[in-house]
């Protein structure tokens, strides 16, 4: 069984950073895929970085320069690093882990950008 945790969300000021971590249990980390997600109100569920099991990192076009995500297999962790944010990065922030045709997701942490 598979179970994904995060944390690190929060209020931040424009212009700020947060840094979000995913914690996961189970055997399926070391060698997933990871990803970043998010979903603002009224909108769908958007990709905001991935990070496969070689260590290829890419970027939504929205998140290129201010977002870096990474991952730590000795600590089952993933994270998640944003600078620069905007009130449009305001959203909920889900981590998921693909692995032999499965997802796993967190149950997500509110990121809110305001003044």
């Known amino acids: 069984q598979v179970q994904l945790v995060e944390s690190g969300g929060g209020l931040v000021q424009p212009g700020g950073s947060l840094r979000l971590s995913c914690a996961a249990s189970g055997s399926i980390f070391r060698l997933g895929d990871l990803g970043w997600y998010r979903q603002a109100p009224g909108k769908q569920r958007e990709l905001v970085a991935t990070?496969?099991?070689?260590?290829?990192?890419n970027y939504a076009d929205f998140v290129k320069g201010r977002f870096t995500m990474s991952r730590d297999n000795a600590k089952n962790t993933m994270y998640l690093q944003m600078n620069s944010l905007k009130p449009e990065d305001t959203a909920v922030y889900y981590c998921?882990?693909?692995?032999?045709?499965?997802?796993?997701w967190g149950q997500g942490t509110q990121v809110t950008v305001s003044s």
């Open positions: 990070n496969d099991w070689s260590g290829r990192t």
């Open positions: 998921n882990v693909y692995r032999l045709g499965a997802n796993y």
